[in-house]
């Protein structure tokens, strides 16, 4: 099939979270599965500096051409280049004075949230493009908010222009957190007929809504695992939009999200001090002993290791690991975190290593490198999450031979099968219920006292490691989604 990917991120070039590297990974596997493939993506400041970097700059794919938006011109470039390692053609949608800006989510100079104007011209711009290229979808694919409006176009404007007849869309939800929400007053920015109002398709409470907007048009919705899929069904997950969730309930499809196994992968991985693999685990021990180097531990010290990294919020359940920390300390666990985020836990992650020297150890930012010592060096991972719609960790944990300790949740209940001590032919971690610090510290002692059962723990690691989360399993997925999108595109729902 002929697929284009509409995204404001996009590994290398553009990242906040996992929405980038899932726009990164999973149009390569579909190359590699035989579709045509291709991603629009705005040229954010921060990828021009990660061209300007390797002192090279993406082809003109088109001349500049304008796009009008309530009768404002704006001109508009198209560069072109391919997603490295792989023959996929990235187009990116240039327009300085609204995506160079310092973060990619960023107001404007007067501190106004201008994301509709920004993602409504990125769409339009995308659209025109295509038109010009000659490249006409057989299926679009928007993630998050960003680029809904292409999906509201290919629903409720094709009437008006019959360029979007037989195009098939499918939306995938993220982070259903964030969802593009605007006022009234906004809505002509976006050129949609009347009705996309007054039917209730883009409003919301009284305002305007992408992500509903998006899910209302959709041909196919989905979202990144299954159990994820269904929590946004529910008043708890939803984040107010399950009602209209549960209303697409049979156009509602969860699929785990995959590893780049090129990037993560013990027996490949340069990053770390010694390569391993499932048949030959020593490089994991010398691995371990790099680490607590790094982290100024004693690397004699048989007591477990425990590895964290992730954006540090409430979300991320770190608070909970605070609350945890002192005690596993005082059992004789160690403790290794690295991640950035909201000031008060970055605070606290520092205080935690300065009150505990030799046992807990703080790194505040983050480190692609370290990431990876972390992945390959600790024992045993932990992700705390309150939710977490896929997760990549704990995946990166399973292959690195590093059970994970997670809560029930999202994509991690989706991954990691919890010991339960009856379990050891297919265990592959450790699972916890309620998002509370006690419940956390009892599940790490559980495993703690799994880990100096050296036979037990190693049966744990194999069952993680033969574990398939290539980006290949998720691409077959999406190869059923397409069709059935095909198969409704434009029936009632």
């Given at each position: 099939?002929?697929?284009?990917?509409?995204?404001?991120?996009?590994?290398?070039?553009?990242?906040?979270?996992?929405?980038?590297?899932?726009?990164?990974?999973?149009?390569?596997?579909?190359?590699?599965?035989?579709?045509?493939?291709?991603?629009?993506?705005?040229?954010?400041?921060?990828?021009?500096?990660?061209?300007?970097?390797?002192?090279?700059?993406?082809?003109?794919?088109?001349?500049?051409?304008?796009?009008?938006?309530?009768?404002?011109?704006?001109t508009v470039g198209l560069l072109r280049d391919v997603l490295p390692g792989s023959g996929v053609p990235v187009w990116f949608v240039a327009h300085d004075p609204?995506?160079?800006?310092?973060?990619?989510?960023?107001?404007?100079?007067?501190?106004?949230?201008?994301?509709l104007w920004r993602f409504t011209l990125f769409v339009r711009a995308a659209v025109e493009a295509m038109k010009r290229l000659g490249r006409k979808p057989e299926?679009?694919?928007?993630?998050?908010?960003?680029?809904?409006?292409?999906?509201?176009?290919?629903?409720?404007?094709?009437?008006?222009?019959?360029?979007?007849?037989?195009?098939?869309?499918?939306?995938?939800?993220?982070?259903?957190?964030?969802?593009?929400?605007?006022?009234?007053?906004?809505?002509?920015?976006?050129?949609?007929?009347?009705?996309?109002?007054?039917?209730?398709?883009?409003?919301?409470?009284?305002?305007?809504?992408?992500?509903?907007?998006?899910?209302?048009?959709?041909?196919?919705?989905?979202?990144?695992?299954?159990?994820?899929?269904?929590?946004?069904?529910?008043?708890?997950?939803?984040?107010?939009?399950?009602?209209?969730?549960?209303?697409?309930?049979?156009?509602?499809?969860?699929?785990?999200?995959?590893?780049?196994?090129?990037?993560?992968?013990?027996?490949?991985?340069?990053?770390?001090?010694?390569?391993?693999?499932?048949?030959?685990?020593?490089?994991?021990?010398?691995?371990?002993?790099?680490?607590?180097?790094?982290?100024?531990?004693?690397?004699?010290?048989?007591?477990?290791?425990?590895?964290?990294?992730?954006?540090?919020?409430?979300?991320?359940?770190?608070?909970?690991?605070?609350?945890?920390a002192p005690e596993l300390i005082r059992r004789g666990i160690r403790i290794v975190l690295l991640g950035t985020g909201e000031p008060q836990l970055e605070h606290?992650?520092?205080?935690?290593?300065?009150?505990?020297?030799?046992?807990?150890?703080?790194?505040?930012?983050?480190?692609?490198?370290?990431?990876?010592?972390?992945?390959?060096?600790?024992?045993?991972?932990?992700?705390?999450?309150?939710?977490?719609?896929?997760?990549?960790?704990?995946?990166?944990?399973?292959?690195?031979?590093?059970?994970?300790?997670?809560?029930?949740?999202?994509?991690?209940?989706?991954?990691?099968?919890?010991?339960?001590?009856?379990?050891?032919?297919?265990?592959?971690?450790?699972?916890?219920?309620?998002?509370?610090?006690?419940?956390?510290?009892?599940?790490?002692?559980?495993?703690?006292?799994?880990?100096?059962?050296?036979?037990?723990?190693?049966?744990?690691?194999?069952?993680?490691?033969?574990?398939?989360?290539?980006?290949?399993?998720?691409?077959?997925?999406?190869?059923?989604?397409?069709?059935?999108?095909?198969?409704?595109?434009?029936?009632?729902?």
């Open positions: 099939m002929r697929v284009t990917h509409l995204s404001a991120e996009c590994v290398p070039f553009a990242k906040t979270g996992g929405l980038g590297d899932v726009v990164g990974a999973l149009p390569k596997a579909q190359a590699a599965r035989g579709h045509d493939v291709e991603v629009f993506l705005p040229f954010h400041l921060e990828t021009a500096e990660w061209y300007r970097r390797r002192l090279r700059w993406p082809d003109q794919a088109l001349p500049p051409f304008d796009v009008s938006i309530l009768g404002r011109r704006y609204l995506f160079h800006r310092t973060r990619i989510y960023a107001p404007d100079e007067h501190g106004r949230d201008d994301g299926i679009l694919h928007t993630h998050d908010w960003h680029p809904a409006l292409a999906v509201m176009l290919g629903a409720w404007s094709s009437w008006r222009d019959r360029w979007w007849d037989d195009i098939a869309s499918v939306l995938t939800i993220h982070n259903i957190a964030y969802q593009g929400v605007y006022g009234r007053e906004e809505l002509p920015a976006l050129g949609l007929p009347p009705e996309a109002w007054t039917g209730g398709g883009i409003e919301f409470a009284g305002a305007v809504n992408l992500l509903k907007g998006a899910i209302v048009a959709a041909d196919m919705v989905t979202a990144v695992s299954p159990r994820y899929a269904w929590e946004i069904t529910t008043p708890e997950g939803g984040a107010g939009l399950d009602g209209v969730l549960r209303t697409r309930g049979d156009r509602l499809v969860g699929i785990l999200n995959g590893v780049d196994t090129s990037v993560w992968n013990p027996s490949l991985d340069d990053a770390i001090a010694k390569r391993y693999s499932l048949t030959d685990l020593s490089g994991k021990a010398l691995c371990r002993r790099d680490l607590c180097r790094v982290a100024g531990f004693d690397p004699d010290d048989t007591g477990m290791v425990l590895g964290s990294v992730g954006r540090l919020t409430d979300q991320k359940g770190f608070d909970l690991f605070m609350g945890a606290a992650i520092r205080l935690l290593a300065a009150h505990h020297p030799g046992r807990a150890s703080a790194f505040v930012g983050y480190s692609e490198e370290l990431a990876h010592k972390i992945e390959a060096g600790a024992d045993a991972f932990v992700m705390p999450s309150r939710f977490e719609p896929c997760g990549l960790n704990q995946m990166y944990s399973l292959a690195y031979g590093t059970p994970p300790i997670v809560r029930r949740v999202g994509g991690l209940a989706d991954s990691v099968a919890g010991f339960d001590g009856a379990n050891l032919d297919r265990g592959t971690g450790f699972v916890f219920e309620n998002p509370s610090a006690h419940e956390l510290a009892a599940e790490v002692l559980r495993a703690q006292g799994l880990f100096h059962h050296p036979g037990a723990w190693r049966r744990l690691i194999a069952n993680g490691m033969v574990q398939d989360f290539s980006w290949d399993r998720s691409a077959s997925a999406y190869d059923a989604v397409y069709r059935r999108a095909r198969e409704v595109r434009g029936l009632p729902w």
